[in-house]
């Protein structure tokens, strides 16, 4: 029979007389040993030890001890993998000096570990050794090579770096220098060994789990960070790499076996498609419904509505999948600028509006349209002569060229704001969903940019100091109430040195209820050194208008009487507006010269392509250059592509493209790309992106926050082009994305088109997701892992219907 490996017979000769019983004797003993070496194979050594030496309790806690000294956790953490310790085994003391220095980092380093899905059942085995090392097999003829910290030592007293995988076949230690240690030739030997698997792998195009993958670890198919010190021993131990676990020898794992033929499957199909089951939204709001807005039974519970806590956002835990249906009679919305004076009818078939504002000229029903005479509360007679009053009364307002983005709250079917345009001044409309019914739904169908918002208990999604123009005529908001606290959120988004400009009955009429709101808003107005600039009549109109004007330094705040309204802490900032609580204070004025607010933007349209005074070549882009030339980077960038691709490549009808949503804007270059194009474009900036909204305002456009895994504040229906680039991969990390389809679905008009740019497989799982809602995908292209895809919405409904609880009164 032939001896094992780790066995040694003793070599002495014998006396012929008893020859043969010796040998007999050493035969059975030498089956025995083989035997115990068949039976424990099945146990993941730990340590090798020289049992002869362990004849006492007392002897073996000392061997523990000695262990534990290099990762005192691990009493409290039995489910760590030993491949993962730093035990010094038999090294003498000399060897392990330096180790408490690295105590804390080692405790990090195991808690981390202990959580992974390996830790869970790999070496129970080798935890019941450690436990209970009184069981531990005590045949001194078992071995006497040592494999002690990963190297493997012969009698001679030669050593070799042992290249095991782990007890699946998949955990592997590739990366030493990840935990800040320092290169170690020993280490680089074991690394040259891993080149033939490292090449299969890129080969076959699979990567075991727990392969690093661009600084990332694939566990059970996610891709998770490296941690430094997760996994390596650092300083004085660099050259100790503590893998104990069994080797595959000629066999792969069941899971490595599993994982190949899964993936072989999944390649040897590659026009399997995933089957998407579409249902129609059953909810109140019908054909408008808005999923954050509409969420009836979180209004429900609120336990006060005197707020307006009604009108704000409740969004469900889980957004909807399913498509929201069609007005019946629904058609293509009638095109700019036909569409600011009429829309169709059945597209949004509403009248009470027409019955109760009709006198005001906001709208009249005519047939199969429904007609703006572009009067309003305040303007009856007509919105343009209303914005020249203004204009006459205040020169320094110079439409369109000082000020160019303005806020109109509370703005009714936004005829104000769509009359603006006229004067090259960008309006944001905003009023409360259903206070007046459907009045931003007939803004956005008219071609007007409008938001469902309300002045409630939270800031307005807008940054700070951006709007030159905050406009409100007649828009029901108590600004004089609870410390001001309404019109101190307006003071945040004015832009210092900027109009308000409020039309209402205080402001001309001499009844009790209205002369008690004037004289509140002029003690208001001067705790908060706003300027009444100007108090005029509108005589074709009948109205008064007073014009306010916030200051540009903080010498009047320095020399209230009294500190009402308070000025906000350094450590607010303004411009913080997710979900953020109202607070009735005021934010000091920037003076530093380099500090955004501080000087007024540079005058329409040379604002557009200039990069703001503030951006400093010292800050880095978001594209990795100094932030100036980012800026002009991304400009150049994206007049390029819509000029050589969007415009001539996309098949697209520009003419019946009027409303357009950025979903991912940055800087705003797609926005400013389109400036000769008769569109207004809504710039999206997602709240967990760098915030350059700020950037998007200062530049003469405008946007809003935004979280896209929730519902955007609008209606069905609102827009005529979606465009996102990079948006998708980065979103379906944390969102779900059949939900952000649905919704693009639900903020779309029909055959309106989205824009995708992003990742090859991302953009052929878009895909896959528009086709199976019955879109065309008239334009898609690829290159270097870059797609580009342009989709077109249809009229297609599907016919199963799904009822959404919440959102049914």
Request: proline fraction near 6%; aromatic fraction near 8%.
């Amino acid at each position: 029979m032939a001896l094992g490996k780790y066995s040694r017979v003793d070599g002495k000769k014998s006396p012929s007389s008893y020859c043969s019983t010796v040998t007999l004797v050493v035969f059975v003993a030498l089956c025995l040993v083989g035997v115990w070496m068949m039976t424990s194979s099945s146990v993941i050594p730990v340590q090798n030890v020289d049992m002869s030496s362990q004849n006492s309790k007392s002897e073996v806690k000392e061997q523990v001890s000695e262990s534990n000294e290099s990762n005192p956790s691990s009493e409290n953490n039995e489910s760590i993998p030993k491949q993962f310790e730093d035990n010094p085994g038999d090294l003498p003391e000399d060897a392990t000096k330096g180790d408490s220095n690295e105590k804390a980092q080692e405790e990090n380093s195991t808690s981390q570990n202990s959580n992974t899905p390996e830790n869970t059942s790999d070496n129970a085995a080798e935890r019941n050794q450690e436990e209970n090392p009184e069981n531990k097999p005590k045949s001194e003829d078992a071995s006497k090579t040592e494999i002690e910290n990963g190297e493997e030592k012969t009698e001679d007293g030669d050593s070799k770096m042992v290249d095991r995988d782990s007890e699946a076949g998949e955990t592997r230690t590739d990366s030493i220098n990840n935990s800040g240690s320092q290169p170690n030739t020993e280490i680089d030997k074991k690394f040259d060994s891993d080149e033939t698997e490292k090449k299969s792998e890129e080969n076959t195009g699979i990567k075991k789990d727990g392969d690093e993958v661009d600084g990332q670890i694939e566990v059970d198919g996610e891709a998770k960070d490296l941690v430094p010190n997760e996994v390596f021993p650092s300083g004085a131990k660099s050259e100790l790499l503590n893998e104990t676990t069994t080797q595959n020898g000629a066999w792969s794992s069941q899971a490595v076996e599993s994982k190949n033929e899964k993936e072989a499957q999944k390649s040897s199909e590659p026009n399997q498609e995933v089957v998407y089951n579409w249902k129609l939204c059953n909810v109140t709001a019908g054909p408008d419904y808005i999923p954050c807005l509409d969420n009836l039974q979180a209004i429900r519970n609120l336990r006060t509505t005197k707020h307006y806590e009604h009108r704000e956002r409740h969004c469900p835990e889980e957004p909807p999948t399913c498509l929201v249906p069609l007005p019946k009679g629904y058609q293509r919305s009638i095109e700019w600028p036909t569409s600011r004076e009429k829309i169709w009818y059945h597209n949004v078939p509403h009248t009470k509006l027409a019955q109760v504002k009709g006198h005001q000229n906001w709208v009249k029903v005519s047939g199969d349209y429904l007609t703006f005479p572009g009067g309003g509360t305040q303007f009856k007679h007509g919105a343009l002569h209303y914005i020249d009053v203004i204009q006459q009364s205040v020169p320094d307002i110079a439409w369109g060229k000082r000020s160019r983005v303005v806020l109109d709250v509370g703005c009714g079917v936004a005829s104000f704001g769509g009359y603006l345009f006229d004067r090259n001044v960008l309006t944001m409309s905003l009023a409360p969903k259903d206070e007046h019914e459907a009045q931003v739904q007939f803004a956005l169908e008219r071609g007007i940019p409008a938001i469902s918002a309300v002045m409630g208990t939270k800031r307005l999604l807008f940054p700070g100091r951006v709007f030159d123009v905050v406009h409100c005529a007649r828009c029901r908001v108590p600004w004089h109430i609870e410390g001001g606290k309404l019109l101190l959120e307006l003071n945040r988004v004015l832009r210092p040195g900027g109009f308000f400009i409020w039309s209402a009955t205080p402001v001309y009429q001499t009844g009790a209820e209205d002369a008690g709101i004037w004289q509140a808003m002029k003690e208001l107005t001067k705790s908060m050194c706003w300027n009444v600039v100007k108090i005029t009549k509108d005589k074709v109109n009948k109205v008064g208008i007073a014009i306010y004007q916030k200051p540009t330094s903080n010498e009047c705040y320095e020399k209230r009487s009294q500190n009402e309204p308070p000025l906000c802490q350094e450590s607010d900032d303004p411009n913080a507006a997710w979900n953020v609580p109202l607070q009735a204070c005021m934010h000091r004025v920037p003076v530093d010269a380099s500090e955004r607010g501080s000087q007024w933007p540079e005058q329409w349209s040379a604002r557009l392509e200039k990069p703001p005074y503030w951006l400093l070549s010292s800050q880095v882009g978001v594209y990795g250059k100094a932030a100036p030339e980012d800026f002009s980077s991304d400009y150049e960038h994206w007049n390029r592509v819509v000029t050589k691709s969007y415009l001539t490549e996309m098949e697209i009808n520009w003419s019946k493209v009027r409303n357009v949503l950025d979903m991912n804007s940055i800087y705003g270059g797609f926005a400013a790309a389109l400036k000769k194009l008769n569109v207004w474009v809504m710039n999206v900036v997602p709240v967990d992106s760098p915030d350059t909204l700020p950037i998007i305002y200062e530049r003469g456009l405008f946007g809003i926050y935004h979280d896209w895994c929730e519902s955007f504040s609008t209606y069905p229906r609102s827009y005529d082009l979606l465009h996102a680039d990079h948006l998708f991969s980065k979103i379906q990390k944390k969102c779900n994305l059949m939900a952000v389809v649905a919704e693009a679905d639900r903020i779309l008009r029909p055959e309106g088109r989205l824009i995708v740019r992003d990742k090859v497989e991302t953009i052929n799982e878009l895909e896959s997701l528009l086709k199976s809602m019955h879109w065309e995908i008239p334009f898609k292209y690829s290159k270097d892992n870059e797609g580009l895809l342009c989709a077109q919405k249809t009229l297609w409904r599907p016919t199963e219907v799904e009822t959404i609880a919440y959102a049914i009164g």
